[in-house]
């Protein structure tokens, strides 16, 4: 009997189980083991929170295939084990599709590997269904209850998720309120930081004012030691002022005793200065030549250029008031021998070249003096050009060459400061002008020349001679005073002539008026001390004078011969006096006739050429000297 049938048999269902398990039509051909792609779930497993869920079984270990004869077949796991399933982690309610073995493989069951189910074998094949099924079944009714383990592990998370959303939401509400509370917290950091800087400032300052109370505590002690001290002394200083308090009584009394003397004293002292005004005024009358009431007149020898003696003037040695003249004459009809002729003058005073500017000023201090007691005091140089009259009044700036003029403010002022302890005060005004050209010029002027006032010489009721326009400069100190006489002698018209380099082209009188007063004593004064350079007489053929100098040289004699002449008048005691044929006689108007006391220095040249010159100012000295204009009365309220 044939087997091919059954061969064909066999093949058919060869080719249906291959067909069954998805196969071609292909002769069965030795397979290799390949293994399963993992089944990719269709969504991932929810987490919640950091935890996953449990795994409801284990994974089976896998299998090794096991090669059997030709034919390769896959070792299953035992009956007891199940295999994982891949919807173990898939998301609940997912498809789950089982691996299907591969084509030409036996699943092995129950623990025993299986052959190849030959294509006839229908029931194995069955078989083999059958045990496919029941492990399905198993692994569905494993699913099943893992499944209802999940939904029940989903519930409790769902549950948990909710409490956590909860807790979240209060954690989050807390946080918040924790974000609030820090930003609270930085304000109060800040504040913080500063409270613990003031903290360390104050620590500092609580440290220094620890050391400074301790130093407190220290001086403290010792101002108590120091307080029982002066307590003590305070005791002692009471018991003192006790007894001072009697001596002081002692002293009162002597006091009041020592102020009756001191007015007493007082009372002398005035009474004392009084008589010392009478007799210092009585001295100076005393002291004028002849009658009482004449000009005083002082007479001053300059000394020669080149030094030496001048032969044609003596001067005794034993008598100061004495001077001579001498001239020697040729005969006329040369018959005799040439004879020697005298001219011989007296005068208050003689002033030899030795004679200081000092000695000079002494023999004229106390009628100076008299000035403060009240009387107007008029002192003039009279002289030919070049014979020392500026030197004798104004002198030089060192102070052994100082001039009357310098020295009589001097002594003014020093008199004055003397007499301010017996409640004198006083008050002085000065004045600079000098007669040009017969015009009036305020040489204390400091404007512009175009603007210079023109001056006029106005007489008052009471016969006092004023200047309107005139500067009057009041002045407290003797420096005052010598500033203004500098500024005058800038000011002066000087020029140069034959006779002399530097010549006064004009006569200059300088004025200070003086008011004093003793209130205590209800007692006044008024007086004018009056210092006059008069311009220097010359002749024409000496001086050589031209244009401009010829006509000042025209106008000073002119002044000097008026002079003269009120001079003469006021010898003769003539009923009218010229004292207006010129503004020189009218300035002085009243201290040659009126209630002065005047002094005049006569200053004579050296030379042998001015012996004219000389002589003529001698003779007109004498006749000033012989000149009475009355006795002085002083000017007192």
């Given at each position: 009997m044939s087997r091919l049938p059954v061969i064909r048999n066999k093949r058919v269902l060869a080719t249906s189980s291959s067909s069954e398990n998805g196969q071609d039509f292909a002769p069965a051909q030795k397979k290799t083991r390949k293994d399963p792609e993992p089944v990719k779930p269709y969504a991932a497993s929810t987490i919640i929170g950091t935890r996953r869920p449990a795994v409801a079984a284990t994974k089976a270990p896998i299998s090794r295939p096991v090669r059997q004869g030709a034919a390769t077949v896959a070792a299953a796991p035992s009956r007891g084990l199940l295999k994982q399933s891949t919807a173990s982690t898939a998301p609940r309610g997912g498809n789950i599709k089982a691996t299907a073995a591969p084509t030409g493989t036996k699943a092995v069951t129950g623990g025993a590997v299986g052959t190849k189910r030959q294509a006839w074998d229908l029931k194995g094949k069955v078989t083999d269904m059958e045990s496919k099924l029941h492990n399905y079944q198993t692994k569905v009714k494993s699913v099943n209850q893992e499944n209802e383990d999940l939904k029940s592990t989903m519930v409790k998370s769902q549950t948990r998720v909710t409490d956590l959303e909860k807790s979240v939401a209060v954690q989050r509400s807390q946080i918040s309120e924790y974000e609030e509370e820090l930003q609270?917290?930085?304000?109060?950091?800040?504040?913080?930081?500063?409270?613990?800087?003031?903290?360390?400032?104050?620590?500092?300052?609580?440290?220094?004012?620890?050391?400074?109370?301790?130093?407190?505590?220290?001086?403290?002690?010792?101002?108590?030691?120091?307080?029982?001290?002066?307590?003590?002394?305070?005791?002692?200083?009471?018991?003192?002022?006790?007894?001072?308090?009697?001596?002081?009584?002692?002293?009162?009394?002597?006091?009041?005793?020592?102020?009756?003397?001191?007015?007493?004293?007082?009372?002398?002292?005035?009474?004392?200065?009084?008589?010392?005004?009478?007799?210092?005024?009585?001295?100076?009358?005393?002291?004028?030549?002849?009658?009482?009431?004449?000009?005083?007149?002082?007479?001053?020898?300059?000394?020669?250029?080149?030094?030496?003696?001048?032969?044609?003037?003596?001067?005794?040695?034993?008598?100061?008031?004495?001077?001579?003249?001498?001239?020697?004459?040729?005969?006329?009809?040369?018959?005799?021998?040439?004879?020697?002729?005298?001219?011989?003058?007296?005068?208050?005073?003689?002033?030899?070249?030795?004679?200081?500017?000092?000695?000079?000023?002494?023999?004229?201090?106390?009628?100076?003096?008299?000035?403060?007691?009240?009387?107007?005091?008029?002192?003039?140089?009279?002289?030919?050009?070049?014979?020392?009259?500026?030197?004798?009044?104004?002198?030089?700036?060192?102070?052994?060459?100082?001039?009357?003029?310098?020295?009589?403010?001097?002594?003014?002022?020093?008199?004055?400061?003397?007499?301010?302890?017996?409640?004198?005060?006083?008050?002085?005004?000065?004045?600079?002008?000098?007669?040009?050209?017969?015009?009036?010029?305020?040489?204390?002027?400091?404007?512009?020349?175009?603007?210079?006032?023109?001056?006029?010489?106005?007489?008052?009721?009471?016969?006092?001679?004023?200047?309107?326009?005139?500067?009057?400069?009041?002045?407290?100190?003797?420096?005052?005073?010598?500033?203004?006489?500098?500024?005058?002698?800038?000011?002066?018209?000087?020029?140069?002539?034959?006779?002399?380099?530097?010549?006064?082209?004009?006569?200059?009188?300088?004025?200070?008026?003086?008011?004093?007063?003793?209130?205590?004593?209800?007692?006044?004064?008024?007086?004018?001390?009056?210092?006059?350079?008069?311009?220097?007489?010359?002749?024409?053929?000496?001086?050589?004078?031209?244009?401009?100098?010829?006509?000042?040289?025209?106008?000073?004699?002119?002044?000097?011969?008026?002079?003269g002449l009120v001079i003469t008048a006021l010898a003769n005691k003539d009923i009218h006096v010229p004292y207006r044929n010129s503004k020189l006689t009218y300035l002085l108007q009243g201290c040659l006739g009126g209630n002065s006391k005047t002094l005049m220095f006569v200053n004579i040249a050296p030379e042998l050429d001015s012996f004219g010159e000389t002589l003529s100012s001698l003779r007109f000295a004498s006749k000033v000297n012989d000149c009475v204009i009355g006795t002085a009365s002083a000017n007192r309220k």
């Amino acid at each position: 009997m044939s087997r091919l049938p059954v061969i064909r048999n066999k093949r058919v269902l060869a080719t249906s189980s291959s067909s069954e398990n998805g196969q071609d039509f292909a002769p069965a051909q030795k397979k290799t083991r390949k293994d399963p792609e993992p089944v990719k779930p269709y969504a991932a497993s929810t987490i919640i929170g950091t935890r996953r869920p449990a795994v409801a079984a284990t994974k089976a270990p896998i299998s090794r295939p096991v090669r059997q004869g030709a034919a390769t077949v896959a070792a299953a796991p035992s009956r007891g084990l199940l295999k994982q399933s891949t919807a173990s982690t898939a998301p609940r309610g997912g498809n789950i599709k089982a691996t299907a073995a591969p084509t030409g493989t036996k699943a092995v069951t129950g623990g025993a590997v299986g052959t190849k189910r030959q294509a006839w074998d229908l029931k194995g094949k069955v078989t083999d269904m059958e045990s496919k099924l029941h492990n399905y079944q198993t692994k569905v009714k494993s699913v099943n209850q893992e499944n209802e383990d999940l939904k029940s592990t989903m519930v409790k998370s769902q549950t948990r998720v909710t409490d956590l959303e909860k807790s979240v939401a209060v954690q989050r509400s807390q946080i918040s309120e924790y974000e609030e509370e820090l930003q609270a917290l930085s304000g109060v950091r800040e504040e913080l930081d500063k409270v613990s800087s003031e903290k360390t400032s104050l620590e500092k300052q609580l440290s220094n004012l620890e050391g400074k109370y301790k130093v407190m505590e220290t001086l403290r002690d010792s101002q108590e030691t120091e307080l029982q001290t002066l307590k003590v002394m305070l005791s002692v200083q009471e018991s003192t002022l006790s007894h001072l308090q009697l001596t002081l009584r002692d002293a009162e009394e002597e006091v009041r005793s020592l102020g009756d003397t001191v007015v007493q004293q007082k009372d002398e002292l005035h009474a004392g200065e009084m008589e010392r005004r009478r007799l210092h005024n009585a001295i100076q009358e005393l002291k004028a030549s002849n009658n009482v009431g004449n000009i005083r007149v002082f007479c001053r020898v300059r000394p020669l250029a080149g030094g030496g003696l001048s032969q044609h003037l003596q001067l005794p040695a034993t008598d100061n008031k004495t001077i001579t003249l001498a001239k020697t004459e040729e005969s006329h009809t040369g018959k005799t021998a040439d004879t020697q002729k005298n001219y011989n003058f007296n005068f208050d005073r003689v002033f030899g070249p030795q004679d200081s500017q000092k000695e000079v000023f002494e023999e004229i201090s106390l009628l100076v003096q008299s000035a403060l007691d009240g009387y107007n005091v008029c002192c003039f140089a009279y002289g030919q050009t070049g014979s020392g009259k500026t030197f004798t009044m104004e002198g030089a700036e060192y102070d052994e060459a100082r001039g009357v003029i310098p020295r009589a403010v001097t002594q003014i002022f020093r008199a004055a400061e003397k007499l301010g302890a017996q409640g004198w005060e006083f008050t002085f005004t000065a004045s600079f002008v000098e007669i040009y050209n017969e015009t009036l010029r305020d040489l204390l002027y400091t404007g512009k020349a175009s603007k210079r006032p023109e001056l006029e010489i106005r007489k008052s009721i009471n016969n006092e001679v004023t200047i309107t326009s005139l500067t009057y400069e009041k002045v407290t100190n003797e420096d005052q005073v010598l500033g203004l006489i500098m500024l005058a002698n800038r000011n002066r018209s000087t020029a140069q002539t034959a006779q002399n380099d530097r010549s006064s082209r004009s006569h200059s009188v300088f004025q200070l008026d003086i008011e004093g007063a003793n209130v205590g004593r209800d007692v006044k004064c008024k007086s004018t001390l009056c210092l006059v350079d008069l311009a220097g007489s010359e002749r024409l053929l000496k001086s050589q004078s031209q244009g401009e100098r010829f006509k000042e040289m025209t106008a000073i004699n002119g002044s000097l011969s008026n002079l003269g002449l009120v001079i003469t008048a006021l010898a003769n005691k003539d009923i009218h006096v010229p004292y207006r044929n010129s503004k020189l006689t009218y300035l002085l108007q009243g201290c040659l006739g009126g209630n002065s006391k005047t002094l005049m220095f006569v200053n004579i040249a050296p030379e042998l050429d001015s012996f004219g010159e000389t002589l003529s100012s001698l003779r007109f000295a004498s006749k000033v000297n012989d000149c009475v204009i009355g006795t002085a009365s002083a000017n007192r309220k």
